[in-house]
């Protein structure tokens, strides 16, 4: 692991201004670009953590707070450690930014990450990667079919809501994906229960995706997450070799 240098960055959207954490190593570069999707509590410390640790792997690490929208984040006051009691209340606290963000705000918002990564000094020329966490991880699989010639890669844990019955269910864009695909699913997650994910997986195979879908046995939904009561740590060091793995299989 290489020394690492975070920044807060604010970056221009057609809906006002969007505050991001920056990663990357602190010499060299530019390094390989990697657009990482927050889970629903936010940009936050474990987030910039994660982001470190993954620039301290080689690459120049975008955070965006998805909930730009309804404030800078973290847009609901968040405990040190999130339990399963404190869980209801920050739902209730974020409903409005999950619904002020719809599929279409989500990608012109993508578009905009892409191209503010495209223009960074500290990330190297070429398609970018993804990765994604609870909600993030259908974002970046929107992403990637929403922008495939822009996308190397994509990544999604601990995911929910992957493969709906809804007209807009983020799977419906695999005809369109490029890019290689891993998503390493939470075991017996209501967000995602096997029904969805073999709609995933048929969806991705039909369309020729490459990609792999793994469930992780005995990991509760949010598992990477070290501030909330979901976090396993094997699980977690599980999704980092793959996600590892994934770069640089495709950077």
Known sequence: MTAVQGTAVD?????????????????????????????AFGLRPQLRSMADRLAGAGYTVLVP?????????????????????????????LGPAFEAL??????????VYLR??????????????????????????????????????????????LATEAADSPHLVAGRITGELYFGHADQDPGLPAEQQERLTAALTAAGVRHTCEVYEGAPHGYT????????????ERHWEALLGLLERTF
């Open 11 to 39: 970056i221009r959207t057609e809906d006002g201004v969007c505050d991001a954490y920056l990663a990357h190593p602190a010499e060299g570069g530019p390094h390989p670009a990697v657009l990482f999707y927050m889970d």
């Open 65 to 93: 707070n998805v909930f730009h929208r309804n404030g800078r984040a973290p847009v609901a006051e968040l405990p040190e450690f999130i339990d399963p009691a404190a869980r209801p209340d920050l739902f209730r606290l």
């Open 102 to 111: 719809t599929p279409d705000r989500a990608m012109r918002d993508a578009d």
């Open 116 to 161: 503010w990564l495209q223009a960074c000094p500290a990330a190297a020329d070429g398609p970018v990667a993804l990765t994604g966490y609870c909600m993030g991880a259908g974002l970046a699989l929107r992403t990637a079919g929403t922008f495939p010639d822009r996308v190397a890669a994509a990544a999604g844990f601990h995911g929910a809501n």
């Open 225 to 236: 997450q070290a501030d909330t009561a979901a976090y396993d740590p094997a699980a977690t």
